[in-house]
T-cell receptor, first 114, second 112 residues
Framework: DTGVSQDPRHKITKRGQNVTFRCDPI?????LYWYRQTLGQGPEFLTY????????KSRLLSDRFSAERPKGSFSTLEIQRTEQGDSAMYLC????????????FGPGTRLLVL | EDQVTQSPEALRLQEGESSSLNCSYT??????LFWYRQDPGKGPEFLFT???AGEEKEKERLKATLTKKESFLHITAPKPEDSATYLC?????????????FGSGTRLSIRP
């Protein structure tokens, strides 16, 4: 499968614990995006990378959230001191930097904070 | 502020009953309008990109159209496997490095 992959697909954690998610983009794509989706809503932008540089962060991305993309390949999203409000689907998307850019999404990681 | 509104929130159709989903948008500098399909528990699946008013694209039973203020996703003679949430999104701004803003989606259910 040459699409975007995410790991794990599901994560249950207790409030206050740290969690880390991984995203592997489509191999030739140089842009990588993270979104969060709650039930009944569309995805909301969190942050994006062009190669290894993090170029934009949403106000939704509190200090407890950090994302990295070392070497411009896979990316990780870490949430520290999780809260119940962090429960959501975390989606990763990748794209190729062109004038007509299309983002392709992975299957998502569903997080449940107890 | 850039905004995307989809209607209706939910739509139930009989198999073979054609209909349209609406996406209205308010953005400064539309770079592209996207339609995605999302099945429960999965990530959005790309369907179409539209770039300018008057543009139309088709794929099987789906046809997307674009005006200066809204987009329609027409579904012709739908089948139960077309049941899903359909998401509309826009990429706005004058830089190619622009995030996508999504609507809340239309949940489509097709009864056999």
């Amino acid at each position: 499968d040459t699409g975007v992959s995410q790991d794990p697909r599901h994560k249950i954690t207790k409030r206050g614990q740290n969690v880390t998610f991984r995203c592997d983009p489509i191999s030739e794509h140089n842009r990588l995006y993270w979104y969060r989706q709650t039930l009944g809503q569309g995805p909301e932008f969190l942050t994006y990378f062009q190669n290894e540089a993090q170029l934009e962060k949403s106000r939704l991305l509190s200090d407890r959230f950090s994302a990295e993309r070392p070497k411009g390949s896979f990316s990780t999203l870490e949430i520290q001191r999780t809260e119940q409000g962090d429960s959501a689907m975390y989606l990763c998307a990748s794209s190729l930097r062109t004038a007509q850019e299309t983002q392709y999404f992975g299957p998502g990681t569903r997080l449940l904070v107890l | 502020e850039d905004q995307v509104t989809q209607s209706p929130e939910a739509l139930r159709l009989q198999e073979g009953e054609s209909s349209s989903l609406n996406c209205s948008y308010t953005v400064s500098g539309l770079r592209g309008l996207f339609w995605y399909r999302q099945d429960p528990g999965k990530g959005p699946e790309f369907l179409f990109t539209l770039y300018s008013a008057g543009e139309e694209k088709e794929k099987e039973r789906l046809k997307a159209t674009l005006t200066k203020k809204e987009s329609f996703l027409h579904i012709t003679a739908p089948k139960p496997e077309d049941s899903a949430t359909y998401l509309c999104a826009v990429q706005a701004g004058y830089s190619s490095a622009s995030k996508i803003i999504f609507g809340s989606g239309t949940r489509l259910s097709i009864r056999p």
